[in-house]
C-alpha cells in the first residue's frame, strides 16, 4: 500500500507541475503574474512546514538534536554549494536574471533536484503516510512556479513549446527512480533513514529561502506583503492540518 501511495504522489507531482505549468504558460502575461505571486508564497509555506513540522521531528525521534541538526546545517551547506556549480538552483520567475544561461544546465538541474525530491517522498512515507503525502504536497506546491519558470527559460534558448513540454516532463519523472531505488534499498539502509530526512528538510528550506524568498523581496506594498504572508501561513496550515491527523 505505501508503494503504490509513493509511485502515485510521484507520478501526481510530475503530471501536475508539467502539465499546470503548460496550462498556465496559455494565460496572458498578467494572469500568468498573478498566480505565479500566489503558488510561489503558498509553497514557501508547504516547504518550510514540511521540514519543520514533519521531517526533522521525524529524524528528531531517532536521532539526537546534536546530530540532526548539525546534518541539516550540512545538507543546506552541500545545497548551496551545489547551486554554484549550476547543477541546483531553479527559476521560479517569469524572468530569471540566473538562469541566462543554456537551457541544458536548466534540464541537467532540473533532473537532479526531482530525482532529490523523489527520494525525500520515498523517505517520508518510510516515516508515515501522513508525512509522506504532506511531502509530496510541497513538492508538487513548488514543482508548479519551477517549471513555469524552466518552460520560460527553455523557450528562450530556443526550444520549441512542444520540446520544452517534452524535456520537462522527462526530467521531472526523474522523481520517480530516485523514489524507487530509496524505498526498495530501506531494508538495507534503514539505520541512514533519519540522516535522509534531515538532508531532505535541508533541500525544502534552502528551497525555500535562497530560491523564493529573494523574488518576492522586488514585489512591495503593504497589500502584497498581507497577501503573500497569506499564502506561507495557508502552505504552513496545509502541512500542520496532515500531520494533526496522522495515522
Excluded at 521540514?51 to 546534536?66: C, D, E, R, V, Y
Excluded at 550540512?74 to 530569471?96: P, S
Excluded at 504532506?134 to 518552460?151: K, M, W
Excluded at 534499498?185 to 524568498?213: E, G
Aim: charged content about 10%; some cysteine; proline content about 4%.
Amino acid at each position: 500500500m505505501t508503494a503504490v501511495l509513493m509511485i502515485t504522489f510521484c507520478l501526481l507531482g510530475s503530471i501536475c507541475s508539467v502539465g499546470l505549468a503548460a496550462l498556465l504558460l496559455l494565460a496572458k502575461d498578467h494572469r500568468l503574474r498573478k498566480l505565479t505571486s500566489c503558488l510561489i508564497p503558498y509553497a514557501i509555506g508547504t516547504l518550510l512546514g514540511a521540514a519543520f513540522f514533519g521531517m526533522i521531528p521525524h529524524a528528531l525521534n531517532q536521532l539526537p538534536s546534536t546530530t540532526v541538526l548539525p546534518t541539516v546545517l550540512g545538507g543546506i551547506i552541500l545545497f548551496f554549494l551545489l547551486e554554484k556549480v549550476a547543477l541546483w538552483r531553479h527559476c521560479h520567475e517569469e524572468v530569471c536574471e540566473t538562469h541566462t544561461r543554456a537551457g541544458e544546465m536548466i534540464l541537467i538541474g532540473d533532473s537532479i533536484h526531482n530525482f532529490v525530491d523523489g527520494v525525500a517522498i520515498a523517505v517520508a512515507f518510510s516515516g508515515s503516510i501522513p508525512l509522506g503525502i504532506a511531502t509530496s504536497l510541497a513538492v508538487i506546491a513548488h514543482e508548479v512556479p519551477q517549471e513555469i519558470g524552466d518552460f520560460a527559460v527553455l523557450l528562450e534558448s530556443g526550444y520549441t513549446r512542444r520540446k520544452a513540454l517534452w524535456y520537462n516532463a522527462l526530467s521531472s519523472l526523474a522523481a520517480l527512480p530516485g523514489a524507487l531505488l530509496t524505498y526498495y534499498l530501506l531494508p538495507f539502509i534503514r539505520p541512514l533513514v533519519p540522516y535522509l530526512l534531515s538532508i531532505s528538510a535541508a533541500s525544502f528550506i534552502y528551497i525555500a529561502l535562497a530560491d523564493l524568498v529573494p523574488g518576492r523581496r522586488r514585489i512591495g506594498g503593504w497589500k502584497n506583503l498581507l497577501v503573500e504572508l497569506g499564502f506561507i501561513l495557508l502552505g504552513i496550515g496545509t502541512i500542520v492540518f496532515f500531520h494533526a491527523h496522522r495515522a
